[in-house]
């Protein structure tokens, strides 16, 4: 198992990207040389016991010569509330770099990343580091209208071939994500022994998406979300029921065994 | 090393002695961490040296693996936490092969705790156990609110606690403690039974029954709907029973529930705990034991005192204090 570390960190930006969605930069070396795409962060809201647990949050991205490294977040509760409201220059307990990330086998030429609104998050990370490794990547990203697309002008400057969906065809295809996927997968013919899929959304989706990818016979990867207390693996309060491999069912811990799952273990 | 400097003589002199005495365990100092929240000791070592703990309770080892309950298992509450694990463990006969080794290695006090459904389900890990090296204790956990069977229900009624722990007390010669409920009318009567038993001491609390219901989708937060409220919002509760057991019986307590600062920690040794164990706070901050062993030493210095064991119960009355209650 990789180290960990729990630091205190000094916020060095803050950005807000779209309504309540929030990009923050932090100062870190030592998760910028650790993390691995598809790991996340561990945070302390603050000092106060309420809210009292940590939040999972997901490496957006590193920085490797100043040292930072961006989450990015949207406020959905009392937690990101608070975290959006925290100011350049306090700073921030994190514990990182957590949970098993996503891992292209050797061979993989070109991967398709698929990312349903905040789902862009892990997989902003796994796209830069795979287009550095020469794998070509197709990202699908969707949300439910243009307002709420992230990203986009980021991933383009990565060298990621950008496919957009939207569900009101506000922008790109008029549709859902996975309806895109599908055409996708059935227009070109992906060699099925150097292209991956991987996916972060709404559960729905992701388990669209695993089922094209069992029709289409592509292996995949999947980011899952759980509600977490310990975030290392003691507390057993994140688990989601996964497939064995010899075809039973067994609990397993989202923040230790995952959050990247293979599409042989997931139930959705 | 450079011979101390006067200061640092002085210094030397002022640290005072953090070890306790839990009947026949001598402890280097009273924190430890409670059940369920450190895992099997390896979960946290990177971030916090196990061997600077007082002690180190592992999750509840049953007799057979329980995968416990469905998910969602754990939700927020106002400083606190609801959990309905289940008691998901890997079982006796995995944790002694592949658990046990890390723990033996370690160089503070281990101590496994144990449940089950039946008396008999606990007598036999505790025998399966006895061989084993490197346990200093059991605590037999019949407290747990989220099991059908067993747990709270075998630690609700005196008599009933005082036939599983007399049974259990045969089947070893470990040092015993028993971990016991607040969710019962009498602490204090079940922690008389606990010493009937020949256990040697007791932890107090596990957690509190409660619940939490989302108002958008007016599903309850856990799958078990009811679960085991834990974390700051606990703390009065658990100090309160601490108070009473230490009272009214001649067992050391333990304290545990909600405490997250040193102060919180000198709070329950005032009221009458010889040890406290730190629980949710792992979650909060892996540092909280360290940070309470330290404050604790900082505590007995701003004291003059020279032992923690010399605030063990001291707790100042009016004299007719004790009348009111
Ligand atoms: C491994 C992992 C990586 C994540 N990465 C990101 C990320 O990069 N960006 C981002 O915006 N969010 C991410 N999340 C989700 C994020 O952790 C939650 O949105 C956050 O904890 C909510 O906290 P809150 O106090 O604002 O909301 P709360 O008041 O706690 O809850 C608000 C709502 O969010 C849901 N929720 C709370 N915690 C979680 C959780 N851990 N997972 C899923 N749903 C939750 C609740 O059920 C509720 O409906 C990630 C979650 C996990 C498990
Ligand atoms: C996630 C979780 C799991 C727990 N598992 C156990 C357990 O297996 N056995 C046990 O005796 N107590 C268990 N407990 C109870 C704690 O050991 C402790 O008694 C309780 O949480 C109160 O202390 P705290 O407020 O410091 O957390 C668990 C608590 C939590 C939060
Ligand atoms: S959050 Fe504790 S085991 Fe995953």
Redesign the pocket.
Known sequence: MSALIQQKVKILAKEELAAEVFLMQVHCPQIVSMGQPGQ?LHLR?GEDPD?LLR????I?RTDPEKGTVS???????????V?SRMRVGETIDLIGPL?RGFSATQGTRTALVVAGG?GV??LFFLTESLVQKGVCVRFLLGAQSKKQLLCCTMLRSLGADLLISTDDGSAGFHGLITQLLEELLAKESFDHSRTMIFSTGPEAMMAGVASLARRFSIPAQF??????ACGVGACLG?VVLCRTRSGGREYRR??AD??VFDLEEVVF | MSRPTSVGYVEEILKADLSVQLASLRLKNPVLVASGTYGWGQEYRDLLDPNLLGGLITKAVTLHPREGNPPPRVA?TRCGMLNAIGLANVGVDVFVREKLPFLQSLKTAVIVNVAGSTTEEYVQVVKKLEGQPGIEALEINISCPNVKEGGMALGSDPREAFRLLSAVRKATKRLLIAKLSPNVTDIAAIAQSAADAGVEAVSLVNTLLGMAI?V?THRPLLSTVVGGLSGPAIKPVALAMVWKVAQKVSLPVIGVGGIMTAEDAVEFILAGACAVQVGTANFVDPHAPLNIIQGLEKACAQRGLREIRELVGKMVLENDAHEIR
């Open positions: 996340f809201v809210p939040r999972p949050l997901s957006f989450l990015l977040f949207r406020v959905v509760g009392r937690g990101t509330h975290m949970g905040l998050a892990p980011s899952l979300e759980r509600r977490m994140c989202v923040c995952g959050p | 927020e989302d958008q």
